[in-house]
């Protein structure tokens, strides 16, 4: 059974950063990608990004610039670097490990303030 842990969410202002950190366990395959969707009220899940076991990067054009994403596969944990935070960044953030299948975190909750 696959788990996956989120933390790091909260509450920043406009131009403020946040790290998320998200901890996978269970049976992980070695070769996966793992990553951030975000949900905001009354609007579809979208992929923020996402990076492969191999360290390949794929973002979605609303954060190149701002977010960077990076893991570490010895601990399988993923993050995801915020800067330049924007009030429309508001949303729960979704952890998510790929092998195969979806497997989905619980969300964490970041709110940007303006």
């Known amino acids: 059974q696959v788990q996956l842990v989120e933390s790091g969410g909260g509450l920043v202002q406009a131009g403020g950063s946040l790290r998320l950190s998200c901890a996978a366990s269970?049976?992980?395959?070695?070769?996966?990608?793992m990553g951030w969707y975000r949900q905001a009220p009354g609007k579809q899940r979208e992929l923020v990004a996402a990076?492969?076991?191999?360290?390949?990067?794929n973002y979605a054009d609303s954060v190149k610039g701002r977010f960077s994403i990076s893991r570490d596969n010895a601990k399988n944990t993923v993050y995801l670097q915020m800067n330049s935070l924007k009030p429309e960044d508001t949303a729960v953030y979704f952890c998510?490990?790929?092998?195969?299948?979806?497997?989905w975190g619980k969300g964490t909750q970041v709110t940007v303030s303006s």
């Open positions: 998510h490990l790929y092998m195969t299948y979806f497997y």
């Open positions: 990076v492969t076991s191999g360290g390949s990067t």
């Open positions: 269970g049976s992980i395959f070695s070769l996966n990608t």
